[in-house]
């Protein structure tokens, strides 16, 4: 039997992740669960799988559960979860991440490692999933597009999102998922990590992929061909979907879970208001500088922290991000890994105290 570590086994990617694994009995044997927190759910589900824990895991920990399992689930949010990544791929496992954020700011590098370890990168999320599940071998594409629900505040203007509430940004329409994914949801600055995943994932060139809102959550990506045809991945907003691929790949087995294969339902398409959403106007000057997906995750980590506790307003993000990109934009961009830390380091060092 496969052996498999699952990394934030409390939150939403770890549960559906449990729930997949109860609908394919005997294919894996989870070795070890961890969480941040949650002792007491955590604790539930050790019990009944009969697994080994760990809270708040240290280094060594996390380096010995790896060592135990061909399969490595990340699922912890934010820059924390590039450390299992890493661990993951220096082992040479098969690592599955959902963790968008290594990926964007550290894709190349985990996948040049990967090649020296003979570890394997499979995403989780579901636009890079549908992008991974839609490119063949044998047909050349020209651009990709990633879909984006357009977040809890789609169509609202920018005095309206003034006054949102913490509960609003945490309400997403079509998915449920955990605090920070939610509000990077509603920010938009979640698409923008998933460009950066997609782009290191799969070397498709920055210029080539695209972003569309589709409320309906339907399309989780497009691929636009030479021969001028798009192929879309169409699928139920169901993230046990995407978990399953990933831990069968490359043999499928038939889904577990009722599909509703006649449910009525339109499909638009439309450009994002990138006047309201103004992270995605940083991301048209300073896509092709390789420091802007590290700052912006830098920095968006330690606003969305501030804007849960209740420090700064909705916007407050915006401006957050906003007085802190320029200010490494032009400094030398990381050759490797361990520059990529340090910068990494240095930019949350010099924000950790509220900028005036
Ligand atoms: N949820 C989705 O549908 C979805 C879809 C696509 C991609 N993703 C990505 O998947 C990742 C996880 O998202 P989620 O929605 O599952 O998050 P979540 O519900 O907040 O769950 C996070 C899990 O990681 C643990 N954790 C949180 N911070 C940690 C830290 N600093 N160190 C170690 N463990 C930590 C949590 O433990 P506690 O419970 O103890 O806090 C929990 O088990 C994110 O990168 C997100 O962007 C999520």
Redesign the pocket.
């Known amino acids: 039997m496969k052996t498999l570590a699952l ?8 549960k559906q992740t449990l729930e997949v694994l109860r609908a394919f009995p005997g294919e894996f044997e989870v070795v070890g669960l ?5 002792a007491e ?1 955590l604790a539930e589900q050790a019990a009944s799988l009969h697994v080994q824990t760990f809270l ?1 895991p240290t280094p060594e920990q996390i380096d010995a559960l790896i060592d135990r399992a061909d399969y490595v689930i990340n ?4 820059f ?2 590039l450390a299992i990544s890493l661990a993951a791929v220096n082992a040479g496992k098969i690592l599955l991440s ?4 290594s990926l964007a700011i550290a894709g190349r590098f985990l996948r040049e490692l990967a090649q020296k370890t003979g570890a394997e990168i499979r995403p ?3 636009e890079a999933s549908a992008i991974w599940q839609l490119l063949t071998e044998h047909e050349e594409i020209s651009s990709v597009t990633l879909t984006c629900s357009g977040g809890p505040f789609r169509g609202l203007t920018t005095a309206e999102l003034a006054s949102v509430t913490i509960e609003q940004a945490l309400a997403h329409p079509t ?1 449920k ?5 939610s509000i ?1 949801s509603a920010t938009l600055i979640n698409k923008i990590l998933e460009v950066y995943e997609v782009h290191n994932l799969f070397d498709i060139p920055l210029k080539d992929i695209h972003i569309t809102i589709h409320p309906q959550s339907l399309v989780h990506s497009m691929v636009h061909t030479k021969t001028g045809a798009t192929k879309m991945h169409i699928t139920q907003n169901d ?1 046990r979907l995407f978990i399953s691929y990933a831990l069968h790949y490359p043999e499928q087995p038939d889904c577990p879970w009722p599909i509703e294969r006649h449910r009525r339902s339109e499909m638009d398409f439309t450009p994002p208001d990138s006047k309201t959403f103004r992270s995605l106007q940083w991301f048209e000057l300073h896509k092709g500088n390789p420091n802007f997906p590290i700052i912006l995750n830098a920095l968006n980590d330690l606003a969305v922290a501030r804007f849960l506790r209740g420090e700064i307003s909705f916007l407050g993000i915006y401006d957050f991000i906003e007085k802190g990109l320029e200010r490494y934009l032009w400094e030398t961009p990381p050759s490797s890994l361990e520059e990529m830390l340090r910068f990494h380091g240095k930019i949350q060092a010099g924000f950790r105290t509220p900028i005036m």
């Open positions: 990394f934030g086994s409390t939150g939403s990617i770890g961890t969480a941040l927190t949650n759910l708040a699922a912890v949010p934010g924390d979860g959902a963790n968008k954020e989780l999320d579901s998915w998922m955990g605090p920070k994914v990077d993230m």
